[in-house]
C-alpha cells in the first residue's frame, strides 16, 4: 500500500507548488486531451460541471476525467465523473479524493489552451449534456485511417 498515490500528498504538492504539470495518458479523454500533452493542474476549488479534475481513484491512481455530477445529498462517495470518450461512468468518488482541476494543455507545439477558454466551456458542457457524444467519439477513434 505505500506506493499508492495518496490524495492528501498530492493536493498538498499542488498547493505548495502553486501547480502540478503531468503528462496526458490513455485516450479517455481523447479528442479534447491527447496522449502526451501536458496537462498543468491547479488546487481544487468549487466545482464546476464539465471541467476536467485530477483525483486519485481507490485502486491508488491519478486520473483526470470531468466532472458530471454530484449524486443524492448524504451519498458517499458522491461525485460522479467520466472520461470524454468512455462508455461508463467512473466509480463514484468523495471530495477527499479530489487533488486538483485543469487550468491549462501544452501542445507538442510549446501552444497553450486554457481549460477556462469559451471553446473549453463549451466543449465540457456540450460533452455532459449530450452524453451520446462519447458514443460517437468512440466510434471515430475506432475507425481505422486509410494509409
Do not use: T
Not at 17 to 29: F, Q, T, Y
Not at 92 to 99: G, R
Amino acid at each position: 500500500m505505500s506506493d499508492l498515490l495518496r490524495a492528501d500528498d498530492i493536493r498538498q504538492l499542488i498547493r505548495s507548488r502553486g501547480s502540478l504539470e503531468l503528462p496526458a495518458h490513455g485516450k479517455s479523454m481523447y479528442p479534447y486531451l491527447k496522449e502526451g500533452q501536458v496537462c498543468r493542474f491547479v488546487p481544487p476549488s468549487r466545482l464546476r460541471v464539465g471541467e476536467v479534475i485530477l483525483f486519485v481513484s481507490r485502486q491508488g491512481q491519478l486520473v483526470g476525467h470531468r466532472y458530471h455530477r454530484e449524486l443524492s445529498p448524504g451519498c458517499s462517495p458522491s461525485i460522479l465523473c467520466k472520461g470524454d470518450s468512455n462508455r461508463n461512468w467512473d466509480e463514484p468518488i468523495s471530495p477527499e479524493q479530489i487533488v486538483g482541476r485543469l487550468a491549462a494543455v501544452r501542445n507538442d507545439n510549446a501552444r497553450v489552451r486554457r481549460a477556462d477558454s469559451f471553446v473549453s466551456f463549451l466543449w465540457g458542457r456540450l460533452i455532459v449534456a449530450i452524453p451520446s457524444l462519447s458514443f460517437v467519439i468512440r466510434l471515430g477513434m475506432n475507425i481505422k485511417k486509410p494509409r
